[in-house]
């Protein structure tokens, strides 16, 4: 399958701290891919990185066919970027949140009012097209704002913590959205703190002290570190007292 994210021993240093040290590892086309690790263990340095906003130290990654050293502008016009904290303007409308995106990734004037009616229909939210964001509750400006970084078709959608704070209804409603997506070609690089949510992914990493210490599928994952549960993989990692790893097995 084709490759849309490679990244070879990439590195981040802030003077002598590295926040990210000489990662590894690639993302295939359509693949739901979960970036797990801890506050601070440098999950926010990678993906900074990895769309075009940090310049590496060292080490080489590249997203959709695009280098992030050499052409962080070419990343990030055939990227889509869905952050917890900042995705929509509130005090805009829907409609307008959706025509100030389309024109930001360059769509013509007639693709922003065909797929801003599509998306609006898909998410029944013709009768909330023109209130304020701020207004919604917070389930549909997630699954809204998850909507308008898909809105210009990109290649690879990455999902800082999507489903924080949402109920457990939408956030399965959220997955079914990835899951849609995926199947039509577009990778899915998603950060999130619910574990029981990693196990919706193809592949997961951990990162632990800006290294990745662990990596493959859910299943293979637990069965490598001995545990039950991807909470147990990663306590055992975070905290070497738990969890047994291959190497002290």
Same mark, same amino acid.
């Given at each position: ?5 490679? =990244?070879?021993?990439?590195?981040? %240093? ?11 590892? *690639? #993302? ?32 080489? !990654?590249?997203? !959709? ?9 070419? #990343? ?6 869905? &952050? ?9 409308? =829907?409609?307008?949140?959706? /025509? ?7 769509? /013509? ?5 065909? %797929? ?11 009768? &909330? &097209? *023109? ?58 690089? =998603? ?16 990162? #632990? ?21 991807? *909470? ?5 990692? #975070? ?5 047994? /790893?291959?190497?002290?097995?």
């Amino acid at each position: 399958m084709t490759t849309a994210i490679d =990244v070879r021993n990439l590195t981040r %240093r802030f003077g002598s701290f590295t926040a990210v040290e000489s990662i590894s590892f *690639d #993302v295939r086309q359509g693949e739901v891919f979960g970036f797990l690790g801890a506050n601070g263990a440098g999950k926010t340095t990678a993906i900074k990185m990895l769309i075009g906003l940090l310049a590496p130290s060292s080490g080489q !990654a590249s997203v !959709a066919g695009f280098d992030v050293s050499t052409n962080p502008d070419d #990343v990030r016009r055939h990227i889509g970027y869905m &952050s917890q904290r900042f995705s929509l303007y509130e005090d805009l409308t =829907v409609r307008e949140n959706i /025509t100030l995106y389309g024109g930001i990734y360059g769509l /013509t004037d007639s693709e922003i009012r065909d %797929r801003g009616d599509a998306l609006i229909g898909t998410l029944q939210l013709g009768r &909330s &097209s *023109d209130e304020r964001v701020e207004s919604l509750p917070l389930g549909w400006k997630q699954k809204l704002a998850f909507s308008v970084a898909m809105l210009h078709e990109p290649a690879v959608v990455f999902l800082d913590e999507p489903t924080g704070g949402v109920d457990p209804i939408t956030r399965r409603q959220f997955w079914e959205m990835i899951y849609t997506v995926a199947e039509r070609g577009t990778t899915v690089f =998603v950060t999130t703190h619910y574990l029981d949510e990693a196990e919706y992914c193809d592949r997961i990493s951990i990162m #632990v002290d800006g290294r990745i210490a662990a990596m493959g599928a859910p299943a293979e994952v637990k069965q490598r570190f001995g545990a039950a549960t991807l *909470d147990e993989v990663f306590l055992g990692l #975070v905290r070497p007292a738990g969890v047994q /790893t291959p190497q002290s097995a």
